[in-house]
């Protein structure tokens, strides 16, 4: 079965600073690959995607992310963190992209200082 | 559009009392998932709908747990009796059609506190 571990429990920034969460799969197969972003009281949004093509992959909010398959990686970044970029960030994976299974990693909070 | 909407966005009840989570997809979406999110647990998938049908129901914890789609438009969730246990924030969430390449749109939860 696919997961996804996230390493990072609790990161803490300063405002204007970059920002990188990693992300490492386990799945045999080609990867579907995704971050969401759920803020304070909120739901689950989706911040990008990852099928196929370009490794590289630009998403909203100004958050891009790599995926890199000889380090089983899809790690998020952000050159400069804003104050409403403080959140909590879920890594997730599925087999193929009819599939409806989500499989979310345990999610990273992002603490944003001023 | 107004989003997926669930209600209620908070619910205290009392151990063995009978809950009723509620939610209104996107409209013109035929999925319907039903997520759960523990500190213990992270982010589960209790059921997903597709028209109306239960196509993955293997998530749910037990036959406390149930969950209904009369029409496109509403979709329940309801826990008799319900127990501390099932303390969590529940997630309601829609897909245009089956596949995560559609990508899945999150209402704001229901959190659900059992006493």
């Known amino acids: 079965a696919q997961s996804v571990t996230q390493p990072d429990i609790h990161i803490t920034v300063s405002e204007g600073a970059s920002l990188e969460l990693r992300c490492n799969y386990s799945y045999g197969a080609t990867p579907y690959l995704f971050w969401y972003v759920q803020s304070p009281g909120q739901g689950l949004q989706l911040l990008l995607k990852y099928f196929s093509g370009d490794t590289l992959v630009q998403g909203i909010k100004g958050f891009e992310a790599e995926f890199k398959r000889s380090q089983s990686s899809f790690n998020l970044r952000k050159p400069s963190v804003h104050w409403s970029d403080a959140a909590e960030y879920f890594c997730a994976v599925a087999r193929t992209p009819n599939d409806y299974k989500l499989s979310f990693g345990a999610g990273t909070t992002v603490t944003v200082r001023a | ?115």
């Open chain 2, 1 to 115: 559009d107004a989003g997926v909407i669930q209600s209620p966005r908070h619910e205290v009840t009392e151990m063995g009392q009978e809950v009723t989570l509620r939610c209104k997809p996107i409209s013109g979406h035929n999925s319907l998932f039903w997520y759960r999110q523990t500190m213990m647990r992270g982010l589960e998938l209790l059921i997903y709908f597709n028209n109306n049908v239960p196509i993955d129901d293997s998530g749910m914890p037990e036959d406390r747990f149930s969950a209904k789609m009369p029409n496109a438009s509403f979709s329940t969730l309801k826990i008799q009796p319900s127990e501390p246990r099932d303390s969590a924030v529940y997630f309601c969430a829609s897909s245009f059609e089956q596949g995560v390449w559609y990508g899945y749109t999150f209402g704001s939860g229901t959190r659900l506190t059992v006493v």
